[in-house]
């Protein structure tokens, strides 16, 4: 079981910059390909973004390309999402997730292991 740790959500007005961490129990086959998904109320649970730890290639959903920056710390097995120039459709609890293989900007069904969430608020 791979687990992971979301951290640094909060409300923040538009425009404004956050940066998320997701802290992973291991980096492993299992775990080699991580992610962000976000899923706002009543709607469906959508990718955001992607890495693939051994080579450091990233994937973006369009809405947020030129916005969004996701990266890792290999030695803390830590991917961060940072998010800049943000808008309040931008709103939603935000997952990390994890999978082994195969790794682009994926549906979320496909992957293995998510974390808790953390809440992202953008205000008006």
């Known amino acids: 079981q791979v687990l992971l740790v979301e951290s640094g959500g909060g409300s923040v007005q538009a425009g404004g910059s956050l940066r998320l961490a997701c802290a992973a129990s291991?980096?492993?086959?299992?775990?080699?390909?991580m992610a962000w998904s976000r899923q706002a109320p009543e709607k469906e649970r959508e990718a955001v973004a992607t890495?693939?730890?051994?080579?450091?290639?990233?994937y973006y959903a369009d809405s947020v390309k030129g916005r969004f920056t996701i990266s890792q710390d290999n030695a803390k097995n830590t991917v961060y999402l940072q998010m800049n120039s943000l808008k309040p459709e931008d709103t939603a609890m935000y997952y990390c997730?994890?999978?082994?293989?195969?790794?682009?900007?994926?549906?979320?069904?496909?992957?293995?292991?998510w974390g808790q969430g953390t809440q992202v608020t953008v205000s008006s």
């Open positions: 291991e980096y492993s086959s299992r775990s080699n390909c």
């Open positions: 890495i693939y730890f051994a080579g450091g290639s990233t």
């Open positions: 997730a994890a999978k082994g293989g195969y790794c682009r900007l994926l549906a979320p069904a496909y992957y293995n292991y």
